[in-house]
């Protein structure tokens, strides 16, 4: 019972710590010799922003699955779910891209969040599943 509930704050976390760190790094090496006042973020790092997303919810989504093994993939459906709600917030309300953000950014942001989730998710299912009948044969 208490395993489910820990896999998910376990990926949770994991996911958060990455695009925390990643999106922060990101944005510092953008901003060099900039003045902060008035930066405008360069187009390259909205795509570097949804790979540094994608890449730590995967890792939260593998964190996931790898706690719950042997136990349904409601926790990483449940993972995904989450990260989708959180990133279609935006999208629901109608917020205005900030200034040099692409219109398309929010809306993709909601598609990469949870399928990078689910990828994790399952590919550490196959491996784990992989993993079990080499051990059994």
């Keep these: 019972m208490l395993r489910p509930v820990l896999g998910l704050m376990a990926g949770l976390g994991i996911t958060v710590l ?11 090496i953008a901003m060099r010799g900039q003045d902060s006042q008035h ?12 790979l540094i ?18 136990h349904s993939a409601y926790s990483v459906f449940l993972l995904a779910l989450i990260l989708l709600m959180s990133a279609l917030g935006p999208v629901i309300r109608h917020v205005p891209p900030g200034p040099g953000q692409p219109e398309w950014f929010a809306l993709a942001l909601a598609i990469v969040n949870p399928l990078g989730a689910l990828a994790g998710g399952l590919l550490t299912r196959q491996a784990d599943a992989r993993r079990r009948a080499a051990d059994a044969s």
Excluded: D, E, K, N
């Design 18 to 28: 990455i695009v925390f760190v990643g999106v922060t790094v990101a944005t510092l």
């Design 39 to 50: 930066y405008v973020a360069p187009f390259w790092t909205y795509l570097t922003h949804l």
């Design 53 to 70: 997303i994608a890449l730590g919810a995967a890792a939260g989504g593998a964190a996931t699955a790898r706690i719950t093994a042997g």
